[in-house]
């Protein structure tokens, strides 16, 4: 049994530029984390996806409406798990960290959705609950942000997100990397 778990976080319609929290990059983080997917797939290692619900008058991933649903080229497959979350962080009031554990799992792989907020919050829990912990940076999207008057890019957030997280929250590869590994 593999001990290496990909998680697959919030890749669901209303990041897409159709929906009502569009993300930069998202379709070219989705089609790497498509390859991410595919080959854990083909290699035997647990496929998990995180599915953020909101309440149903949050400003996107409101429950009951379609942005909530899956992205279709990453929709999970017959057989792996889906686990719904309410917190940026995806083991936070939810049984990721049981499930993994009761596998033996020691390493995940994380892709999705935003760099600066639920891959930031999950990679750091994944970390402190001592899983090795790898995030595939180009199969991860966010968006532009603002801080004090001044507007930061999302290429911007994205790198210093990655940058941060690099520097003591896990390895941060490339998917070529990590599919070459």
């Given at each position: 049994?593999?001990?290496?778990?990909?998680?697959?976080?919030?890749?669901?319609?209303?990041?897409?530029?159709?929906?009502?929290?569009?993300?930069?990059?998202?379709?070219?983080?989705?089609?790497?984390?498509?390859?991410?997917?595919?080959?854990?797939?083909?290699?035997?290692?647990?496929?998990?996806?995180?599915?953020?619900?909101?309440?149903?008058?949050?400003?996107?991933?409101?429950?009951?409406?379609?942005?909530?649903?899956?992205?279709?080229?990453?929709?999970?497959?017959?057989?792996?798990?889906?686990?719904?979350?309410?917190?940026?962080?995806?083991?936070?009031?939810?049984?990721?960290?049981?499930?993994?554990d009761a596998?033996?799992?020691?390493?995940?792989?994380?892709?999705?959705?935003?760099?600066?907020?639920?891959?930031?919050?999950?990679?750091?829990?994944?970390?402190?609950?001592?899983?090795?912990?790898?995030?595939?940076?180009?199969?991860?999207?966010?968006?532009?942000?603002?801080?004090?008057?001044?507007?930061?890019?999302a290429a911007?957030?994205?790198?210093?997100?990655?940058?941060?997280?690099?520097?003591?929250?896990?390895?941060?590869?490339?998917?070529?990397?990590?599919?070459?590994?």
């Open positions: 049994m593999s001990k290496r778990a990909i998680i697959a976080i919030d890749l669901q319609k209303d990041y897409l530029s159709s929906g009502r929290h569009a993300l930069v990059g998202i379709d070219q983080a989705t089609a790497n984390a498509v390859k991410v997917l595919d080959a854990a797939r083909a290699s035997g290692d647990r496929v998990i996806h995180i599915r953020h619900e909101g309440r149903a008058d949050a400003p996107f991933f409101a429950r009951d409406t379609t942005g909530v649903d899956f992205i279709p080229a990453v929709e999970p497959k017959s057989g792996e798990t889906v686990i719904t979350k309410h917190y940026p962080n995806s083991f936070r009031e939810t049984d990721l960290k049981q499930q993994l596998e033996g799992i020691q390493e995940v792989v994380l892709v999705g959705a935003m760099s600066h907020m639920c891959i930031d919050a999950t990679s750091r829990a994944s970390v402190d609950y001592g899983y090795d912990t790898i995030i595939v940076h180009d199969a991860c999207a966010t968006r532009d942000l603002s801080f004090d008057g001044q507007l930061i890019s911007q957030v994205h790198a210093a997100y990655m940058g941060a997280l690099a520097a003591g929250y896990g390895k941060v590869l490339a998917v070529s990397e990590l599919l070459s590994a």
